[in-house]
């Protein structure tokens, strides 16, 4: 499971808005990833999560 945290990313990005946090914890999602040579598929049931909600997710930052 990916582990990040969205403290420490508000403190470091704290006069940024919430849209650019999200956008900006999904790069760091599809980062880990690719580097796991994982396919969407393969993440999304590796955390937990079906597929359409973790593919939302990498697109706009959202969870539905």
Same mark, same amino acid.
Do not use: C, H, W
């Given at each position: 499971?990916?582990? !990040? *945290?969205?403290? $420490? +990313?508000? %403190? %470091?990005?704290?006069?940024?808005?919430?849209?650019?946090? %999200? &956008?900006?914890?999904? %790069?760091?999602? +599809?980062?880990?990833? +690719?580097?796991?040579?994982?396919?969407?598929?393969?993440?999304?049931?590796?955390? $937990? &999560?079906?597929?359409?909600? !973790?593919? &939302?997710?990498?697109? *706009? $930052?959202? &969870?539905?």
């Amino acid at each position: 499971m990916v582990n !990040y *945290s969205l403290e $420490g +990313i508000v %403190k %470091k990005n704290s006069s940024r808005s919430v849209d650019e946090l %999200k &956008i900006e914890l999904a %790069k760091q999602v +599809i980062r880990r990833r +690719i580097e796991r040579q994982q396919t969407q598929k393969e993440f999304a049931s590796d955390m $937990g &999560i079906p597929l359409t909600t !973790y593919s &939302i997710f990498e697109q *706009s $930052g959202d &969870i539905p």
